[in-house]
């Protein structure tokens, strides 16, 4: 009877295993050098990185109904709602065939990390947070500015009240749980890699 009830538990946890999703959410100001950093993470250890803008962008170019509902929204100034961006990170999470995921730029508010976690069943293994000093990452945007019309310092400015005012909260929500990992985003890309490795590398494996 045991060993019946044994192997049925087993098989439970195997399949549950199997399927386990992780993901990681990527959250720091506008320049504080998430895009690259991901492109590194995705390159040393397998994830696949998801950008719920890029996606956003990409619906509202296929034509879809979904997507001209998308970009209508965005015309008139409103936020896109949180299911609607989730379920395209649904869906690309998965196509991708992986069950490991970098999700950058989301979420950006309390309202879209309840939801995530509501229509998802997924909570992040953690939080992925570059912190950088405002004045850097100005100096970062304005240096690459090619033309971009977001680039400027007044909208920059704005994209900074409005990270500190919206996606503050979901890092302080996941650091109450132990669940941030914080990275001094100010230092050159290399020694950022090198703090981002070690968060990233299996502890059996930095303890080898």
Request: proline share 4%; with cysteine.
């Amino acid at each position: 009877m045991g060993t019946a009830v044994d192997a049925v538990a087993k098989e439970a946890n195997g399949s549950v295993t199997e399927k386990k999703t992780e993901v990681v959410f990527v959250l720091g100001g506008p320049g504080s050098g998430k895009g690259t950093q991901c492109a590194n993470i995705v390159q040393h250890f397998g994830y696949t990185h998801l950008s719920a803008g890029d996606l956003l962008r990409a619906e509202t170019k296929s034509g879809s109904e979904n997507g001209t509902m998308i970009q209508n929204m965005i015309n008139e100034g409103k936020i896109v709602p949180s299911e609607v961006t989730i379920k395209l990170l649904q869906k690309a999470m998965e196509e991708s065939g992986n069950d490991k995921f970098l999700i950058d730029g989301f979420p950006r508010n309390e309202e879209n990390r309840a939801a995530f976690e509501a229509v998802t069943k997924i909570e992040p293994e953690f939080v992925l947070f570059f912190d950088c000093p405002e004045e850097e990452m100005e100096r970062r945007i304005l240096s690459r500015n090619q033309g971009r019309a977001d680039d400027n310092v007044e909208t920059i400015r704005k994209r900074f009240k409005v990270f500190l005012e919206s996606s503050l909260p979901v890092v302080e929500y996941y650091d109450a749980k132990g669940k941030v990992r914080k990275i001094d985003a100010a230092k050159p890309v290399e020694e950022v890699f090198e703090a981002v490795k070690i968060i990233f590398t299996p502890k059996e494996k930095a303890a080898a």
